[in-house]
């Protein structure tokens, strides 16, 4: 592969990124509402704050500067940052069910 076509792909992703970081990628896969429903001990348990199971390890890729920003946020609410991370999904996942 040539160097002009190495940074044609590039621009070509650059260009995407910036489309989807502008316009989001949801709107695109999902043109109308999602109607989700949990087993009444589930959402309980969410309401609560009880969890039933064990944590579990994932991994997913993060832009370091958000993971700096994130342990900035966490440090100044003195709390470690993967229990902000934890914080963070538990409350969005609460306002995409429609759980409060």
Known sequence: MSIDEKKEGLHKEVVAAQYYDKHGVLKEIIDEPVE????????????????????????IKVDPLQIQA???????????????????????????????
């Open 36 to 59: 989700m429903s949990l087993k009444t001990e589930l959402r309980r348990n969410i309401i609560l704050g009880k969890r039933r199971k064990k944590l579990k390890n994932i991994s």
């Open 70 to 100: 994130i342990k900035k946020v966490a440090a100044m609410k003195s709390i470690p940052y993967q229990i902000l991370i934890r914080h963070w999904l538990s409350q969005n996942l609460k306002e995409e069910l429609h759980i409060e």
